[in-house]
């Protein structure tokens, strides 16, 4: 795949993981307007840590945070970054 097409790649899987992400954030840790702006710049730098402090807790208690928790949200924002992580080494 020429090295066009894999930037092209790269930045979709980044914009999925980055409204993936501003979601959960919002949706779970009530993150505000200036939060959420904060987090987007972090997400592509690749910092994602309240989303994985998220995480973290839902490991803690997975059948209980599986069926009605953000577990299963969360593992697929795990999947989308390790896509884009992927990627970006493939460059």
């Known amino acids: 795949m020429e090295v066009g097409k894999k930037f092209k790649f790269v ?3 980044l914009q999925s993981l ?3 992400t501003l979601s959960l954030a919002k949706d779970e840790l009530g993150f505000d307007h200036e939060q959420l702006a904060a987090l ?3 997400i592509r730098l690749g910092d994602m840590t309240p989303v994985m402090q998220v995480y973290e807790e839902d490991i803690r208690t997975p059948l209980r945070s599986a069926i009605a928790g953000t577990l299963l949200r969360n593992v697929f924002i795990q999947v989308q970054k390790t896509k ?4 970006i080494n493939d460059l």
């Open 11 to 13: 930045d979709l899987f």
């Open 18 to 20: 980055e409204r993936m």
């Open 40 to 42: 987007s710049r972090q």
């Open 84 to 87: 884009v992580t992927f990627l």
